[in-house]
Every structure is written in C-alpha cells, then in structure tokens.
C-alpha cells in the first residue's frame, strides 16, 4: 500500500483499492487524502470485511483531508453518530455519495437510524446516496432505511413545509 505514495507527483482524481490485503491502517487513508487534496474518488475495500474504523476519528484529521471528494467508500462504523448530535464541524468536501464496506453495525432502532441521517446530512450538507458493497439482507435493509430517512430530511431542508399564517396569530 506505500506504493502508491510513488505517484505523489501525480495529481491523481481516483484511487480504487479493493480487497487490500493486509488492510490498510486509517492514518495511510487520512495520508492519501491529505497527499492528494484534489481526490474526488476514494474507494478502499479490505479483503477482511471484519475491519471498520470510527468515522469520527477519520474526520478528525480535519481541514488537511480532500476538498474535492465526491465518492468514499471505506470500511466505516458509523456506531457513533447514533448517539447524541456531533460536535464534529461540518466536511468541506462536496461528498454526495458515502459507501460502507460492512453496514452490520448499524442499530436497528428507528430513532438511532434518524440520528444516524441527521448526523451524516450535518457532516457532509451535499450527501446524496449512502450505499454498502456487502450484498447481506439486514446490511441492505439498514442501509436502505438510511437513504429513506436522508431523503426525507433533504427535502424538509429543501423545501420546508409551508404553513398558513393564521396559525402564528
């Protein structure tokens, strides 16, 4: 995987990885994207579907990640944004599509999907599609109920309901 440090020169638009084998660590990932800020395109798959990484702390790394990412797809767990609101400052880069390696971590709770979406809209304001690449019913299921639920919330934010004005009176 340090191999691809070889091409830093490059002003290289996409990397695609798949199935890595030994997986690569996040600090590598955030290295990548730090390398090369003009990245739309980030796809990295471990070979073990087993290997998930916080999405918080890959955010941490904050304003030195990409400003021009529009596709990501790693091995993500998104566990922590079920909780509460994140403190997290909104991602800079205009990410419209988020792809899960492994969504199995997702809670099935009604109300901790809903944070899930709320959270993600609040950290990537252009996100459009969230998708998974594993092919298991309960992954697609969730991930399914995500995309309803973050379709939902961008057409409140689109077009926000309008209410007559006798009911303010």
Known sequence: MDD???????????????????????SLVQNVLVT??????????????????????????????????????????LRSLAAASTTLPPFKAPLHTLTLCNAGDIPGGQKEKHAIARNLITLFPRLIVIETVSAQNDSCGHIRDLQVIIDALRDCITFPPSRPDFLYC
Do not use: Q
């Open 4 to 26: 691809i440090f070889e091409l830093k020169e490059k002003n290289l638009k996409h990397i695609y990885l798949v199935y890595l084998s030994p997986p690569p660590s996040m």
């Open 36 to 77: 090369w800020p003009m990245l739309e395109h980030l796809y990295i798959v471990p070979a073990d579907p087993e290997i998930e990484w916080d999405l918080g702390s890959l955010l941490s790394a904050g304003p030195a990640l990409g400003t021009c990412l529009r596709k990501l797809c790693l091995p993500l767990s």
